[in-house]
């Protein structure tokens, strides 16, 4: 009994081994080689909120391994099952996973080995469909449930398979795969899942321009469409990647694409311009703004916009109709909805025909650009032009600059100007007829002593006309400062605005005196001397400037001769007192003024000043010259600093005592008189030695062949030029033993 109770425990045993021994050969069949573990984790982008149907979205499945596995053939399996989510592009494994797309809601991968510790990944792209839930589960080697045949464990030999986890602790997603296991779902292992929740959207576009549709617009008239997408506030889900497509028609030339944040333009090539924006919340919207530029003189040019052209993102409304205007050739879809709103799709029309242009242009006296002294007066005249059609009711408004004091204010035919109170000027003009102009014209006093003064005129300052071109720049001065506005047409004119500017600069006179015979240089007694006063105004023009020379003792004064501009009422010497109308900035203005020299000996000068009472404020009235010592001719003392002939300038000469010859001029009757003086002299004064002894004198003329004459104290009898040296003279003597001393100049 006891050796039949040992074998048959013997024998019991002996099964109960053999049976583990094959348990234990069925799994070393089947199992891997035994890595520590093997888990999934399926992300995506973006990860969380409520999305629209038709939202792409990006997933990545990471398969992960904590050692190397020995698994032949296909190796680990991998099923990624997706539900309210359609897969879309292109399936990117890495390594050397193999998958198959089985359809849009089921992709099968394999070949999943691993050399050691590391991780795999799939990625792909899916658009969300419409419904409540977007799901993608993802199983890795899928949930083992039994000792079934081909079923790989990752764990050690153990029937019940306790490792294989197939539940995520977070989520219910039995649709998309989601195994059933025993054990506590301490953690997502062989089986992950991701949700999205999707809503609803309703996209709608509008368009709005400038000039308004009912405005008649003109051959090169510029249009601003701006376009406006949203989602309404009565969606639920957010629309990503939302494309928006805007159709320039016939007729149109585009200048600029400018999108709000949140939007890009990456094609714009016209007629049709692509941009996207990277997404909608529900009661979001987002812009973008189009110019364009009308090229034909009449018809009708469209432009049509449209938010998600391919119908990609799931709506409550896909309208794509315009109720108000048939756009086919813009872009106009065709919708069976009833077309009780621009949706999807707007449209604008303008009709080109003869269209109104206001233009401003402002000139200033003195010129803009010019220089101004302080208490200085600046008259600006301001002319708005009307183009095309007639306007009404056309506001203008004139902005003073700075440094000036604003004095008058003149509104010509048809303006009223209710606010003249500086710095602003608002005057309305009642109508401008086409082709036709009006004006105001305004004055302001210089009350800087330095800078640049600027005065700018607008014309529709509010923009509540419409017109061709409303450009608010001048393209050549920044006169933000007095008015002008920021315009994104091209600033190639002065339209709607204009500014002046001037310089406030000190005036400065001079004047220079030159003489001839030269400054400096030795004169005969009996000579001639001509002088040229220069007076010039720098920086800024000069009004009735006063003029002054004075002759020195030892000059006789011959005669003066004002330059243009300028007039002399005082010729009585030694003062010669002459005023120039007006000196332009960087201008001049001369006086000759003609001298006989009568000393004998010693020192002639002549001295020339301008504004000698100071009547003008200058930058620099120097009233001395620092070459000379002219006050016995009206150099004045200035406290200044005297480093040029500023305000005052003489000259001086030498009188050296003249050679002379002796004429015997007997009996009375004709003789022969031969001027050896200096070239130029005065008939009169060449015959002073026989001043009251002669009755006439004869020259005779070669270029005209006839005899020149002159007849003592009588000028409308004589015509005898004046006289160069070494003239031959036929004279009458009546009185007999005359002689004359004449002077011989070398």
Same mark, same amino acid.
């Given at each position: 009994?006891? #050796?039949?109770?040992?074998?048959?425990?013997?024998?019991?045993?002996?099964?109960?081994?053999?049976?583990?021994?094959?348990?234990?050969?069925?799994?070393? @069949?089947?199992?891997?080689?035994?890595?520590?573990?093997?888990?999934?984790?399926?992300?995506?982008?973006?990860?969380?909120?409520?999305?629209?149907? !038709?939202?792409?979205?990006?997933?990545?499945?990471?398969?992960?391994?904590?050692?190397?596995?020995?698994?032949? !053939?296909?190796?680990?399996?991998?099923?990624?099952?997706?539900?309210?989510?359609?897969?879309?592009?292109?399936?990117?494994?890495?390594? *050397?996973?193999?998958?198959?797309?089985?359809?849009?809601?089921?992709?099968?991968?394999?070949?999943?080995?691993?050399?050691?510790?590391?991780?795999?990944?799939?990625?792909? #792209?899916?658009?969300?469909?419409?419904?409540?839930?977007?799901?993608?589960?993802?199983?890795?080697?899928?949930?083992?449930?039994?000792?079934?045949?081909?079923?790989?464990?990752?764990?050690?030999?153990?029937?019940?398979?306790?490792?294989?986890?197939?539940?995520?602790?977070?989520?219910?997603?039995?649709?998309?795969?989601?195994?059933?296991?025993?054990?506590?779902?301490?953690?997502?292992?062989?089986?992950?899942?991701?949700?999205?929740?999707?809503?609803?959207?309703?996209?709608?576009?509008?368009?709005?321009?400038?000039?308004?549709?009912?405005?008649?617009?003109?051959?090169?008239?510029?249009?601003?469409?701006?376009?406006?997408?949203?989602?309404?506030?009565?969606?639920?889900?957010?629309?990503?990647?939302?494309?928006?497509?805007?159709?320039?028609?016939?007729?149109?030339?585009?200048?600029?694409?400018?999108?709000?944040?949140?939007?890009?333009?990456?094609?714009?090539?016209?007629?049709?311009?692509?941009?996207?924006?990277?997404?909608?919340?529900?009661?979001? %919207?987002?812009?973008?703004?189009?110019?364009?530029?009308?090229?034909?003189?009449?018809?009708?040019?469209?432009?049509?916009?449209?938010?998600?052209?391919?119908?990609?993102?799931?709506?409550?409304?896909?309208?794509?109709?315009?109720?108000?205007?048939?756009?086919?050739?813009?872009?106009?879809? #065709?919708?069976?909805?009833?077309?009780?709103?621009?949706?999807?799709?707007?449209?604008?029309?303008?009709?080109?025909?003869?269209?109104?242009?206001?233009?401003?242009?402002?000139?200033?006296?003195?010129?803009?650009?010019?220089?101004?002294?302080?208490?200085?007066?600046?008259?600006?005249?301001?002319?708005? &032009?009307?183009?095309?059609?007639?306007?009404? /009711?056309?506001?203008?408004?004139?902005?003073?600059?700075?440094?000036?004091?604003?004095?008058?204010?003149?509104?010509?035919?048809?303006?009223?100007?209710?606010?003249?109170?500086?710095?602003?000027?608002?005057?309305?003009?009642?109508?401008?007829?086409?082709?036709?102009?009006?004006?105001?014209?305004?004055?302001?006093?210089?009350?800087?002593?330095?800078?640049?003064?600027?005065?700018?005129?607008?014309?529709?300052?509010? *923009?509540?006309?419409?017109?061709?071109?409303?450009?608010?720049?001048?393209?050549?001065?920044?006169?933000?400062?007095?008015?002008?506005? %920021?315009?994104? &047409?091209?600033?190639? @004119?002065?339209?709607?605005?204009?500014?002046?500017?001037?310089?406030?600069?000190?005036?400065?006179?001079?004047?220079?005196?030159?003489?001839?015979?030269?400054?400096? *240089?030795?004169?005969?007694?009996?000579?001639?001397?001509?002088?040229?006063?220069?007076? /010039?105004?720098?920086? +800024?023009?000069?009004?009735?400037?006063?003029?002054?020379?004075?002759?020195?003792?030892?000059? %006789?004064?011959?005669?003066?001769?004002?330059? +243009?501009?300028?007039?002399?009422?005082?010729?009585?010497?030694?003062?010669?007192?002459?005023?120039?109308?007006?000196?332009?900035?960087?201008?001049?203005?001369?006086?000759?003024?003609?001298?006989?020299?009568?000393?004998?000996?010693?020192?002639?000068?002549?001295?020339?000043?301008?504004?000698?009472?100071?009547?003008?404020? @200058?930058?620099?009235?120097?009233?001395?010259?620092?070459?000379?010592?002219?006050?016995?001719?009206?150099?004045? &003392?200035?406290?200044?600093?005297?480093?040029?002939?500023?305000?005052?300038?003489? #000259? %001086?000469?030498?009188?050296?005592?003249?050679?002379?010859?002796?004429?015997?001029?007997?009996?009375?009757?004709?003789?022969?008189?031969?001027?050896?003086?200096?070239?130029?002299?005065?008939?009169?004064?060449?015959?002073?030695?026989?001043?009251?002894?002669?009755?006439?004198?004869?020259?005779?003329?070669?270029?005209?062949?006839?005899?020149?004459?002159?007849?003592?104290? &009588?000028?409308?009898?004589?015509?005898?030029?004046?006289?160069?040296?070494?003239?031959?003279?036929?004279?009458?003597?009546?009185?007999?033993?005359?002689?004359?001393?004449?002077?011989?100049?070398?």
């Amino acid at each position: 009994m006891i #050796t039949r109770r040992i074998g048959f425990v013997f024998l019991g045993l002996a099964a109960a081994l053999a049976v583990a021994l094959g348990l234990w050969a069925f799994e070393a @069949e089947r199992a891997s080689a035994d890595p520590l573990d093997l888990d999934v984790t399926v992300t995506s982008v973006p990860s969380t909120g409520t999305w629209a149907p !038709g939202t792409l979205i990006t997933y990545t499945v990471t398969v992960h391994s904590d050692a190397a596995t020995a698994v032949g !053939g296909d190796g680990i399996n991998l099923t990624i099952d997706l539900a309210g989510v359609a897969q879309e592009g292109a399936v990117t494994p890495t390594g *050397s996973i193999n998958c198959a797309v089985v359809d849009t809601h089921n992709i099968d991968c394999n070949n999943i080995n691993f050399a050691g510790n590391e991780n795999k990944m799939v990625t792909f #792209t899916a658009r969300a469909e419409a419904g409540t839930l977007a799901q993608v589960g993802a199983a890795l080697d899928p949930p083992i449930t039994g000792a079934a045949a081909g079923d790989l464990d990752e764990g050690v030999a153990d029937p019940d398979f306790s490792e294989d986890e197939g539940d995520d602790p977070d989520l219910a997603c039995s649709g998309v795969g989601e195994g059933t296991d025993a054990a506590p779902p301490t953690e997502p292992d062989n089986f992950d899942c991701v949700n999205l929740t999707i809503g609803t959207a309703d996209l709608t576009i509008t368009k709005t321009v400038d000039p308004l549709e009912t405005t008649v617009v003109g051959q090169s008239t510029i249009l601003y469409y701006t376009l406006t997408v949203s989602n309404l506030g009565t969606a639920t889900g957010t629309a990503k990647d939302v494309a928006i497509r805007d159709t320039l028609g016939t007729g149109l030339s585009l200048f600029s694409v400018s999108p709000a944040i949140g939007v890009t333009c990456g094609d714009i090539t016209p007629p049709i311009l692509n941009c996207t924006a990277a997404q909608i919340a529900p009661g979001e %919207s987002r812009t973008v703004q189009i110019v364009a530029t009308v090229t034909p003189s009449t018809g009708t040019v469209l432009n049509g916009a449209y938010v998600d052209p391919q119908n990609i993102i799931g709506e409550v409304n896909d309208d794509a109709n315009d109720p108000d205007l048939v756009c086919t050739d813009v872009g106009e879809g #065709t919708d069976v909805d009833p077309v009780t709103e621009p949706d999807n799709f707007d449209c604008t029309s303008h009709t080109v025909g003869s269209q109104l242009d206001l233009t401003l242009t402002k000139t200033a006296s003195p010129a803009t650009g010019s220089s101004v002294t302080t208490g200085s007066t600046i008259t600006y005249t301001i002319t708005v &032009s009307a183009t095309g059609v007639a306007a009404s /009711s056309v506001p203008i408004r004139d902005t003073v600059g700075t440094g000036l004091t604003l004095t008058t204010v003149t509104p010509g035919a048809g303006v009223t100007c209710a606010d003249v109170t500086g710095p602003e000027i608002n005057c309305t003009a009642a109508t401008i007829a086409a082709g036709s102009s009006v004006t105001v014209t305004v004055t302001a006093t210089v009350a800087a002593t330095s800078g640049t003064l600027l005065n700018g005129a607008y014309v529709d300052p509010g *923009s509540t006309i419409a017109e061709a071109n409303e450009d608010a720049d001048d393209e050549s001065l920044d006169c933000a400062a007095v008015g002008e506005g %920021s315009d994104v &047409s091209p600033a190639t @004119e002065p339209d709607n605005f204009d500014c002046t500017s001037h310089t406030v600069g000190g005036l400065n006179l001079s004047v220079t005196k030159t003489a001839s015979p030269s400054d400096g *240089s030795s004169v005969a007694s009996g000579g001639t001397i001509t002088y040229t006063l220069t007076v /010039s105004a720098a920086n +800024a023009a000069a009004s009735n400037v006063a003029i002054r020379d004075t002759i020195g003792t030892g000059l %006789s004064l011959t005669s003066v001769t004002p330059g +243009a501009g300028v007039t002399c009422a005082d010729v009585t010497a030694p003062e010669i007192n002459c005023v120039a109308a007006t000196i332009a900035s960087g201008g001049s203005v001369t006086v000759t003024v003609a001298t006989t020299v009568t000393a004998t000996s010693g020192t002639v000068l002549n001295g020339a000043r301008v504004d000698p009472a100071n009547a003008i404020t @200058e930058a620099n009235d120097d009233a001395d010259d620092p070459s000379l010592d002219c006050s016995a001719v009206g150099e004045g &003392s200035d406290a200044g600093d005297a480093t040029e002939p500023d305000n005052f300038d003489c #000259t %001086s000469h030498t009188v050296a005592a003249a050679a002379t010859r002796t004429l015997n001029l007997s009996p009375a009757g004709w003789h022969n008189f031969v001027w050896t003086g200096a070239t130029g002299t005065e008939p009169g004064t060449a015959l002073t030695c026989i001043a009251g002894k002669f009755n006439i004198a004869y020259e005779w003329v070669d270029s005209s062949q006839s005899f020149a004459r002159f007849v003592p104290g &009588s000028t409308e009898l004589s015509n005898m030029l004046p006289l160069t040296q070494y003239d031959p003279l036929l004279v009458f003597i009546n009185t007999a033993g005359v002689t004359c001393v004449m002077p011989v100049t070398s």
